[in-house]
């Protein structure tokens, strides 16, 4: 069984920045695919970043060179780097992970961005 626990989220200006955390329990944490998404109200859930367990990773267009995924195996944490906040980020964003064929996900942290 594998809990997630996301923290870091809040408030923020546009053009502000965020540091969201998932934390992991359970075993063969440096194993899983660790995924970022969030739902913004009235809309689908969408993948942000992902993190394989071979070290590449990956981002929807709208967040390249903005957000920035890391993980750290020792910890059992995995890190989501918001830069350059927008207004349409703002949304409920949840840790995800997959191992073994089976998805795991947190209750999601909230974000707002909004002056």
């Known amino acids: 069984q594998v809990q997630l626990v996301e923290s870091g989220g809040g408030l923020v200006q546009p053009g502000g920045s965020l540091r969201l955390s998932c934390a992991a329990s359970?075993?063969?944490?440096?194993?899983?695919?660790i995924n970022w998404y969030r739902q913004a109200p009235g809309k689908q859930r969408e993948l942000v970043a992902t993190?394989?367990?071979?070290?590449?990773?990956n981002y929807a267009d709208s967040v390249k060179g903005r957000f920035t995924i890391s993980r750290d195996n020792a910890k059992n944490t995995v890190h989501l780097e918001m830069n350059s906040l927008k207004p349409e980020d703002t949304a409920v964003y949840y840790c995800n992970a997959v191992w073994r064929g089976q998805g795991y996900w947190g209750q999601g942290t909230q974000v707002t961005v909004s002056s």
């Open positions: 993190f394989l367990s071979g070290g590449s990773t």
């Open positions: 359970g075993r063969g944490f440096s194993f899983y695919t």
